[in-house]
């Protein structure tokens, strides 16, 4: 799950990290009061999760109540790459002598997480990582260790930070290490990590990414919940628990497993169609997974024809073809349905099928079969 | 001959109760002919369900009945927990398939084995376990699309299409060797590179699947490793070529970075190793079966 800004950076003000002072506002008064409290000048920050704001004039400097007021009202509700912005942050506008860049994320290659600090930050860093990418020092930390702060202040010397910063920045790294691993995130980036004129290193931005996988342990999570999703599609599927991606194309389809249902957008594109979603049922295709699948699928007014691949494993096809049968029962369907069912009870699976085939209700053979004959009935190729 | 297990293997399966996942898998392994010699259950020590044995612990179960592998199938929160316990215990295989473990979790466990236990092989987590077909079965994927006899090795980073390549070499009446789903995770305990180098020491083995899929780069390391030190004919899969990138595509591990990890780039450094690739599992399943009858 991604964070907005204002989301990442209260998340690592629990975690000691040095923030800006600052406040949400979804209105202009409340970006008023917010600039009040936080002391002018202030930085009127749209919250949206793409990049890119800083250009599209999600971002303003206001030295009074009335710069305020007029960057609010011209920011909140403005389309920024199909975002559009609901929400603002509004903090301190800080005096900046240098921009730095520090990160933490897993290195799969390695298996070890990776840490990487440059003393050239800001917008370009990713021009830097290309041209330059001495500028930026890496650690790998094992996590039976941890980062101490001694490996911190050996890898702030090598990044070449100011002398006055060092120390901060060590402290400043190590915290956001711990941040990063107790608290459960994919990414934990400050782009720019800034040293003020009067010497002090603080967070200017925060790129978090949290590890869904580790929620369970994470009660206090829940606030972020259900500000992610932009896809509408998308939200009504996480809503029946469903792995759902919305894509452009006719053929709408459901799978077990991930790569099966990846390689089934594959094969669909061979094909010469284009699958309208990427949608996996995972190991338990019973009637209400199904129905909540087909359902999803039946309204995106995009598609043409549904496939259904299914490889039984743990999931008995039988199972999944009586769950194809009620969930047809109870969901009007508008496109052609076609099947695919194979591996465990598949016999079993395909017998339960047989009398209620149609030229809605299709069984096919193989993958490679069913693909084409859903691309065929979704009007061939696109 | 076979890779990481074989006739001889005995399984313990951690966290075992007449409700639990372990017991249920356990079971059809068990059907299959694995021999299951014991269960965990710190509650449970000193009972027996369905015939199997329980202990408190993996280290008494390990003492009393020399299980030299082990099966978890316990929720996210503890399975990083009985990685290392198995570990601990001395246990050289452990097959996690638990799906959806926290990656810091992940990572600790895996480094705490590679450092405190390196005797110990973790598979997955995340994976549907291994099959060596007519001797062990640890995990869930169904024993009857497998087929005996070689002469194909199959490595695998995804579950559903583990069980495709299976059937498509089954169907044409090509057997395997052993079948390892890796596992789609972040930290993998067992990698594409180990499993080639296994199968390449395997003399049973002739020639190797290899599924991969987007995200990592975990196939174009598998890459190298083939040009440099595989001599067995090589057909590949990796799905996810029409994946949008940026996305999260079910896996941890399916997702696409900027260039870095797509399907396409996969599949180019696979096909600069020599390896054969294929477009979709059933093209990859008819390019084995030519593979085979040119080993004649």
Same mark, same amino acid.
């Given at each position: ?7 990442g950076?209260?998340y690592f003000a629990r975690f000691g990290i040095p ?81 730095y860049y520090a990160s933490f994320t897993l290195d799969r290659s390695a298996k070890k997480h990776l840490g990487m600090l440059s003393a050239?930050g ?7 990582a290309?041209?330059?990418p001495d500028a930026i020092a890496i650690i790998h930390v094992d996590p039976v260790d941890g980062l101490t702060l001694e490996a911190a202040r050996g890898w702030v010397e090598r990044a070449n930070l100011?002398?006055?910063a060092r120390d901060q920045a060590a402290e400043l790294l190590v915290k956001l290490y711990t941040c990063y691993t107790e608290g459960d995130c994919d990414l934990a980036e400050i782009n720019?990590l ?5 010497? %002090?290193v603080?967070a200017?931005?925060a790129k978090v990414t949290l590890d869904?996988n580790a929620?369970f342990r994470h ?13 509408? %599609? ?6 029946? $628990? ?39 049922? $995972?190991? $338990? ?44 029962? %109870? ?52 | 001959?076979?890779? !990481?297990? /074989? ?47 329980? !202990?408190?612990?993996v280290a008494?179960?390990?003492?009393? =009945? ?6 978890i199938?316990?929720?996210p929160k503890f399975a990083a927990a009985a990685i290392v316990e198995a570990a601990a215990a001395g246990v050289p295989?452990v097959?996690c398939?638990t799906?959806g473990i926290p990656a810091i979790d992940e990572a600790l466990a895996y480094n705490r084995l590679v450092r405190e236990y390196p005797g110990t092989r973790l598979l997955g987590p995340n ?16 024993? /009857? ?37 890796i596992g789609?995770d972040p930290v993998p305990g067992t990698s594409?590179i180990d ?8 003399? /049973? ?11 990592g780069s975990a196939?174009?390391e598998?890459?190298? !490793?083939?040009?440099?030190?595989? =001599? ?20 941890a591990g ?7 990890? =797509? ?34």
């Open positions: 799950m991604d964070l907005f800004e204002y989301q950076k209260q923030i800006s002072k600052g406040g949400v506002a979804d209105t202009v008064e409340e970006a008023v009061a917010q600039a009040e409290a936080s002391g002018y000048p202030v930085v009127v920050k749209a919250q949206v999760k793409v990049g890119g704001r800083g250009k599209a004039g999600g971002v303003k400097l206001a030295d009074t109540v009335d710069e305020v007021r007029l960057h609010a009202g011209n920011i909140l509700g403005l389309d920024i790459k199909g975002h559009v912005v609901k929400r603002l942050w509004v903090e301190h506008a800080s005096d900046i002598a240098k921009e050239e800001g917008v370009e860093i990713e021009e830097v290309v041209t330059n100011d002398e006055v720019p800034i040293l003020t004129p009067g010497g %002090r603080h200017l931005d869904d929620a009660p206090e999570w829940e606030e972020f919940e259900g500000s992610d999703v932009e896809d509408e %599609r998308e939200t009504r599927a996480k809503e029946r $628990g469903l792995n759902y991606i919305g894509l452009d194309g006719s053929v709408g389809i459901i799978a077990n497993g991930a790569g099966l249902a990846m390689s089934t957008l594959d094969v669909v594109n061979q094909c010469g169609g284009s699958a309208a979603n990427f949608l996996d049922i $995972g190991g $338990g295709a019973n009637a209400d997974v199904m129905a909540a699948a087909l359902e999803v699928i039946n309204s995106d007014p995009a598609v043409r024809s549904i496939l259904v691949n299914i490889f039984g494993g743990i999931t008995r096809v039988d199972e999944v073809a009586k769950g194809v049968l009620e969930a047809l029962e %109870r969901v009007e369907i508008s496109s052609p349905i076609v099947l695919r069912l194979d591996g465990t009870n598949a016999v079993a699976g395909r017998e339960i099928l047989a009398d209620h085939l149609s030229d809605r209700l299709v069984a096919e053979p193989t993958m490679l079969d069913a693909a084409r004959r859903a691309v065929a009935l979704a009007g061939g190729k696109s | 001959m076979s890779i !990481f297990v /074989d006739e001889n293997t005995k399984v313990v399966v951690q966290g075992i109760s007449p409700t639990s996942q372990g017991l249920y898998h356990g079971l059809r392994n068990r059907a299959y002919g694995t021999h299951v010699v014991a269960g965990t259950n710190p509650n449970r020590g000193g009972e027996e369900i369905e015939g199997i044995p329980v !202990f408190a612990t008494e179960a390990v003492e009393a =009945t020399g299980a030299n592998a082990s099966f199938s316990v929720p295989f097959v398939i799906e994976c549907p376990g291994i099959i060596s077909p007519g001797k062990c079965n640890i995990g869930i994927t169904s024993g /009857d699309i497998a087929m005996p006899g070689g002469p194909v090795g199959i490595v695998s980073r995804s579950g559903t299409l583990t069980y495709q390549a299976l059937h498509e070499l089954s169907q044409q009446g090509v057997g395997q060797t052993t079948c390892v789903g789609g594409f499993c080639l180098s296994a199968f390449e020491a395997d003399q /049973d083995t002739k020639a190797i699947m290899m599924i991969g899929e987007i995200g196939e174009e598998a890459a190298e !490793f083939i040009a440099s030190s595989v =001599t067995k004919p090589v057909v590949s899969y990796v799905a996810g070529v029409t994946a949008p990138p940026g996305r999260k595509m079910g896996h399916a997702i696409i970075s900027g260039s870095k990890g =797509t399907a396409q780039a996969k599949m180019d450094a696979l096909a600069g190793a020599g390896v054969t690739v294929a477009l979709n599992p059933t093209e990859a399943g008819e390019a084995m079966v030519d593979v085979v009858r040119k080993l004649g």
